[in-house]
């Protein structure tokens, strides 16, 4: 009985390290394809303030 409780416990840990660990990557790839969505967009020219945002984002990624 201990050792089926054990591997559920086991079971549910590496199930959710899983979801997690995907999770992660879809945020990574979303936030990728989002960006060079809004790279494609904006052909015009930007503003002083909007260069502005953009450096800061730069810098902290």
Not at 5 to 18: D, P, R
Not at 25 to 36: E, N, T, Y
């Given at each position: 009985?201990?050792?089926m409780?054990?591997?559920?416990?086991?079971?549910?840990?590496?199930?959710?390290?899983?979801?997690?660990?995907?999770?992660?990557?879809?945020?990574?790839?979303?936030?990728?394809?989002?960006?060079r969505?809004?790279?494609?967009?904006?052909?015009?020219?930007?503003?002083?303030?909007?260069?502005?945002?953009?450096?800061?984002?730069?810098?902290f990624?």
């Amino acid at each position: 009985m201990e050792a089926m409780e054990l591997m559920v416990g086991v079971w549910f840990i590496t199930i959710s390290f899983c979801l997690i660990i995907a999770g992660v990557i879809v945020s990574l790839v979303l936030r990728r394809r989002g960006r060079r969505n809004k790279e494609e967009i904006s052909d015009r020219p930007r503003t002083d303030e909007e260069q502005d945002d953009l450096l800061q984002r730069e810098l902290f990624e």
